[in-house]
């Protein structure tokens, strides 16, 4: 493995996000301040040397022009004052230059402890003329210049360092707010916290994030509170039954005290009570149930459906007329053959149960058109359903004050719209024209 790919497992394995996050910038803006100080250094070392080396080329014309073919020699400037040896030796590079072998070149050289600059250029005859002057000032300045640029350097590196921490913890903040929300919910149970989002207009991935899992969230809370609801409207509604169940079980135990015809209406009352029983708890595991199995599902041609469950209800209710109107071709829709019986069987008792004998039900299933998709209605001649009560009548348990006396646990329609809701159909009620209920599945 390569040191570079060895580097990048331990940075993505080590230290928290924040960290890294903080590394990263101040690596990238130090780089960019020390990179620019670096570049301005070397720009202002040039410009001044530059000026120096026009000088020194001004100045060995000048000396060429006073002294025209004079011997070798030291001919004028710092050397003559400050005496030959501090003059540097002949090197071959400039007897290249005398020979014309060698471009003119500019050396740094230091003279008596000066620093000092030098043009070795060619000169009549052969011979190289080498003209200098002194650069302490070039020097000075050149040294000024990489100090300042050294602390502009290390100031930046410093800002970097602290843009870095800032951006780290500005830019994390929502996510450090999402992972103490998630830790909160975890060691509570308690689904009702929220991430507090930022005012709208300055959404980002992150807030993306924190909605969707505040969307997750109010989801769950609401399932947590649904089944909760279920468990105790269960429970509420399973002590009248069993009460009523114990008591004539109670009764059926003295039977000896009973005359034949006592015994007989308490051990039908106990069967009908404990089918009663029996039917809720069936229809409350169904309601508990979500989602239908995805396995089930199959292309459900509705027409034979619809005749079916009619038909299931003609034996169950003979006295009710069920009038079913089908389309001649096929209207399909993708679900659960048993639970859409079960939805359409629910809706079917209904009609039966609360309108009077000899009055038709009348059932129509209509194919899909353009714009919306097959849709079932079931319609009866009863009383139909008061508007204070049309709001409430798919909720668990809920059953409409004259239909008390009735037989039921008012769980029917809450399970034909789940049911509905499973199959992405719309299930509603409304008063039907000319009087009774109706009811509409549109898939
Ligand atoms: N076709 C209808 N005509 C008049 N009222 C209705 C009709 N269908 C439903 N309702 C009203 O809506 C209530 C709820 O219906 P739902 O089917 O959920 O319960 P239920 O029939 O009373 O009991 P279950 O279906 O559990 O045996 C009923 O109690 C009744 O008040
Ligand atoms: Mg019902």
């Given at each position: 493995m390569s040191g570079g790919r060895r580097l990048g497992r331990v940075w993505r394995r080590r230290g928290p996000l924040r960290t890294r996050l903080a590394l990263s910038v101040t690596a990238a803006v130090a780089l960019v301040a020390v990179g620019v100080c670096a570049a301005a250094y070397l720009v202002v070392r040039s410009a001044l040397y530059e000026q120096l080396d026009l000088s020194l080329t001004q100045s060995a014309r000048l000396a060429a022009q006073r002294n025209p073919?004079?011997?070798?020699?030291v001919l004028a400037g710092e050397c003559r004052f400050l005496a030959a040896p501090a003059c540097p030796e002949v090197v071959p590079a400039a007897r290249k230059v005398a020979a014309g072998r060698h471009a003119p070149y500019y050396t740094n050289i230091t003279v008596a402890g000066h620093p000092a600059r030098m043009l070795t250029t060619d000169y009549a005859g052969g011979r190289a003329l080498q003209v200098a002057l002194r650069a302490d000032t070039v020097r000075d300045g050149i040294e000024e210049a990489a100090r300042w640029l050294v602390l502009t350097a290390a100031a930046g590196v410093l800002l970097a360092a602290l843009l870095g921490y800032w951006v780290s913890r500005t830019g994390l903040a929502p996510v450090a707010r999402l992972t103490a929300t998630a830790e909160r919910i975890a060691a509570?149970?308690?689904?009702r916290h929220r991430i507090e989002l930022p005012p709208?207009?300055?959404?980002d991935e992150i807030t993306r994030l924190a909605t969707s899992f505040n969307t997750m969230l109010a989801e769950l809370e609401q399932s947590i509170a649904a089944q909760r609801r279920l468990v105790a409207d269960a429970s509420h509604e399973l002590r009248t039954p069993l009460t009523a169940l114990r008591t004539n079980a109670e009764l059926l135990a003295r039977a000896?005290?009973?005359?034949p015809d006592q015994r007989e209406r308490a051990s039908a009352a106990l069967g009908r009570q404990l089918r009663e029983v029996t039917g809720l708890v069936g229809d409350l595991i169904e309601l508990a149930r979500?989602?239908?199995?995805?396995?089930?599902v199959e292309q459900v041609r509705l027409g034979t459906l619809v005749e079916h469950c009619a038909q299931a209800a003609r034996t169950h209710w003979p006295a009710v007329p069920f009038h079913v109107r089908v389309p001649a071709e096929p209207v399909v829709v993708p679900g659960v053959p048993a639970r859409l019986s079960r939805l359409l069987g629910n809706l079917l008792d209904n009609a039966a149960k609360f309108s009077p004998a000899g009055l038709p039900v009348e059932v129509d299933l209509t194919a899909a058109a353009p714009g919306r998709g097959p849709e079932l209605t079931v319609r009866d001649h009863g009383p139909g359903i008061s508007p204070q009560d049309l709001p409430h009548v798919?909720?668990?348990f809920y059953r409409a004050g004259t239909a008390r006396?009735?037989?039921?646990?008012?769980l029917g329609l809450a399970m034909a719209r789940q049911i509905a809701r499973a199959h992405a159909a719309d299930l509603t009620a409304e008063p039907a024209p000319g009087g009774g209920a109706l009811f509409r599945v549109t898939f």
């Open positions: 073919g004079s011997a070798p020699g509570t149970r308690d689904a709208p207009g300055r959404e000896d005290r009973l005359t979500d989602e239908e199995p995805q396995p089930l798919f909720d668990r006396a009735l037989p039921g646990s008012g």
